[in-house]
């Protein structure tokens, strides 16, 4: 893996029959940080990573590391180290964990025949278990998984496939608490090696991991910083608590 690379968005625009979701966005992430893109219902957040990932047509430039994205396919993206999850994790419900896995790593290369032939696991599939925490379940198919563990096995199936920048579509929603602690530390783990940006409306699970954050209001930038930085904003103040 070539490590984290950063995402660089200028003058992002994304128009449904005339209605602007997104209007003139500025947005840059570094290399390995952990952004967290907040704002309220209908802000626009999920059409920016719509855009990014090419699955809505967008104005502007979307660059990451350093190359061009709009006007690329959602596969050519994807194959560029960019990896997304949505709020429902879409895992292979009645292969193991480690089957899911291992047909990550293979996507594209034939995976199932792969899979039949194999012996040994491969590296990037032991170290992504490791990393989300699921050794011990191995071998239990993912439907049997509860809801936070799924997120994590779907978070494990971008680490194997080489993503470098990951998108996660509020991966704690409905999650318990003891859920969402071990999720943020998953991610800070993760942020070492690659870049990861979030959606997300829970504020003290924002509060407790974002190393930095990026507020939405309306299909425009309202605020950036730290957390404390963006908490001080009035302007994120008054779209949040109307005053
Ligand atoms: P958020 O993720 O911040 O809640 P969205 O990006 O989902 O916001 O939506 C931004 C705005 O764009 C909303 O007003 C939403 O209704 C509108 N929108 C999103 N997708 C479409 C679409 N496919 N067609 C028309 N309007 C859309």
Redesign the pocket.
Known sequence: MSGPAGLEIRRLR?A??G?T??DGVDLEVRPGDLRFLI????????????AVTGL?KAHGSVRFDGTELLGRSVHRISRSGIGRTFQTATVFEELTVLQNLDIAAGAGRGAWTMLRRRRSTPEPVVRALETIGLGDLADSPAGTLAHGRKQWLEIGMLLVQDVRLLLL?EPVAGMSHDERLATGELLERISTERTVVV?EHDMDFMRSFARSVSV?HA?RMLSEGTVAEVQADPKVQEVYLGH
Do not use: W, Y
């Open positions: 994304v449904f029959d209605f979701a997104v704002g309220p219902n209908g802000a626009g957040k999920t059409t920016l990573v719509d809505v579509d959606i939405l299909g």
